[in-house]
């Protein structure tokens, strides 16, 4: 790899860590706004998604301007690849912290009829999942698929207690069906960002190993 690769390289890198560091605090405080029902914060996500867009624009280009300056080898151009995915999944995950910032929107005038508990875990372990997941693959370490796999399996558990849990409050009272459904629907966006975590995760191993193993259940998932 030339010196001037490198830098484009390492600059990359630089972006999409920062990248991760936007998307990761739309999801914090999009769940803060709706734990507390603070319509200003949620106001602050919405308007601060263009950011992310604005930096995914910029991460694509320096990417497609590499592999067209500096005509990478085969390893390099999988690199490229890889992060162009990456950033479609780090965009995914924002997109979900402002759309449960539009939840607390749709929250105003009313009340939460529980204390949230899950929904808050829900996304700390996200949050923790996409950390792992874009260090692992910043640093080029195929050893934490596992660990992200098994802490999918911890989002799926809580989403399908968090959904049991809302079905029998409203049953209780009918009356709670609307802060209900955006439980659940609050639950599900954060489902689907540490999808896009554990995506990072497989696309770090396919960079490392040059093979590609996604199992039969993510391939399932991805396309909802």
Request: proline letters at 1%; one cysteine or more; charged letters at 35%.
């Amino acid at each position: 790899m030339s010196k001037a690769m490198r830098e484009r390289m390492e600059e990359i890198k630089s972006y999409m860590h920062k990248m991760s560091q936007l998307a990761l605090e739309a999801i914090s405080q999009g769940v803060t706004s709706f734990v507390e029902l603070d319509q200003k914060l949620a106001s602050r996500v919405i308007k601060d998604d263009a950011k992310q867009d604005e930096l995914d624009d910029i991460v694509e280009k320096a990417c497609v301007r590499c592999i067209a300056l500096h005509q990478p080898v085969a390893s390099d151009v999988r690199k490229l690849i890889v992060y162009i995915k990456a950033i479609n999944d780090l965009r995914r995950i924002g997109r979900y912290g402002y759309n449960i910032a539009l939840l607390t929107k749709r929250m105003k005038g009313l009340k939460h009829f529980k204390r949230l508990i899950k929904i808050p875990e829900m996304s700390r372990l996200t949050i923790s999942m996409t950390q792992t997941a874009i260090h692992a693959l910043l640093s080029e370490d195929a050893k934490t698929l596992k660990m992200l796999k098994e802490d999918d399996e911890t989002v799926d558990d809580m989403m399908e207690e968090l959904f049991r849990e809302v079905i029998t409050y409203t049953l209780e009272d009918p009356r709670r069906i609307t802060v209900a459904m955006n439980y659940i629907l609050a639950g599900r966006y954060l489902e689907r960002a540490e999808d896009h975590a554990l995506a990072i995760g497989y696309n770090t191993r396919y960079l490392v190993t040059g093979r590609r193993t996604i199992s039969k259940r993510h391939e399932e998932k991805r396309i909802r």
